[in-house]
């Protein structure tokens, strides 16, 4: 899906779909981009409200056809074969877009594209995979939370050290975490831990991904659509020797021709959606800044969960609302971390025009906006 990635402290990743929610993984997901160093001006409102739109229409369609998919019976069996399957539609999408931009020129070398792809297919491929095992809102839940994951590798791996926002903010996302899933225990009776593992492994190998990512676009100067067109389509061969080693391609192949309206259909459609969705994303991010559009995909996520639980019954209980509540305020509890002054200024204006206050000063601009993934 996406393109770039945004990364905490030169390691987090912080902008994917995953699987969508590329991911983007960028992606995922999904990949996350880098944001410039200041924020645009502001854009006209109906501009914003457009965007806001499409990025709405286009993640709670891709979250609601990824649910809908997985609803078909013995269709978990073919979860990576929908990886597959999206690789290459992600793949042939960014090479018309390269052609589209006239981009002829390798800039990285084919090994980092194959370390990058790697990683892509377990961020993306185990995203989906964990789509057969849990319940979609949980699902969703851990993929606000890549922070855990990022924060607990820089301080083991890399002797880094974080300020008190981000350790609270992991804190937050855990407790959140675990009483959203002691909650999905409570009322699933097949609740399988598999799933955690599974969705715990995509965001381990998320977190690696913003680190190695941005290293190869800094050394090489590389396009997002480059890194986009080379990391899927190897994916897509690395997906596709895998299932034909573990003998899966063809009962895969079978089962899809079953179904050829819900399985290719759906997952075309599903594909499409995530690939154009990280795009206005991006341009959200660009134009608005890391604050506006953390709200915009924290709402949507926050509406995914409601129309997963409206559109495909599932028990709900009230623990599922406090525990949900608790990873947002750990997701902004991050944003503040990176985003300190413009945050303080945003109060300080709200506060003023809420008592008739004058701010005589400039609102300041963070450095570097950072967002969690969308």
């Known amino acids: 899906m996406a393109v770039n990635k945004i990364n905490h402290q030169d390691s987090e990743p912080l902008l994917s779909e995953s699987s969508e929610e590329l991911t983007a993984t960028a992606y995922h997901t999904e990949f996350d981009t880098m944001l410039p160093n200041e924020p645009l001006p502001p854009q006209h409102p109906m501009r914003f409200l457009g965007l806001s739109a499409q ?28 990886s597959c399957y999206q690789f290459f539609i992600y793949g042939v999408l960014a090479f018309l877009q390269i052609g589209f931009s006239g981009l002829n020129q390798r800039r990285a070398s084919y090994r980092s ?16 995979h964990s789509v057969g095992y849990l319940n979609y809102p949980t699902q969703v839940m851990f993929k606000c939370c890549k922070l855990i994951p990022v924060l607990i590798g820089g301080i ?17 996302m855990s407790i959140g975490l675990i009483f959203f899933t002691l909650a999905d225990s409570k009322v699933r009776p097949n609740f399988n831990t598999y799933g955690v593992i599974v969705i715990c492994s995509a965001l381990v190998a998320d977190a690696i991904i913003g680190n190695y990512q941005e290293k190869i676009m800094k050394a090489n100067h590389v396009s997002n659509v480059e890194i986009v067109f080379y990391s899927f389509m190897f994916g897509f061969f690395l997906i596709l020797v895998g299932l034909l080693a573990t003998n899966r391609l063809f009962s895969s192949i079978t089962f899809w021709n079953q179904h050829p309206i819900t399985t290719y259909g759906y997952g075309l459609c599903f594909s499409v959606f995530g690939y154009l969705g990280i795009d206005i994303v991006l341009t959200l991010i660009k134009e608005y800044g890391a604050l506006l559009c953390v709200t915009v995909t924290t709402c949507r996520k926050a509406i995914t969960i409601i ?32 985003n300190q002054a413009a945050f303080n200024a945003k109060i ?17 601009t963070s450095a570097i906006p950072r ?3 969308v």
């Open 113 to 128: 594209y194959f370390i990058l792809a790697a990683l892509t297919v377990a961020t993306m491929g185990l995203s989906n």
């Open 307 to 338: 129309l997963s639980f409206a559109l495909f019954s599932k028990p709900f209980v009230l623990d599922y609302l406090w525990s949900g509540l608790i990873v947002v305020v750990g997701i902004y509890l991050n944003i503040y971390s990176h």
């Open 371 to 373: 967002i969690l993934p």
């Open 55 to 82: 990025v709405f229409f286009y993640y709670l369609g891709y979250g609601y056809l990824q649910e809908l998919l997985f609803t078909l019976d013995g269709f978990e069996h073919t979860s990576w074969f929908l």
């Open 156 to 172: 083991i791996i890399q002797k880094k050290t974080f300020n008190r926002y981000d350790v609270a903010a992991a804190f937050c």
């Open 348 to 364: 300080a204006s709200f506060t003023n025009s809420l008592f008739g206050f004058r701010d005589p000063t400039k609102s300041p």
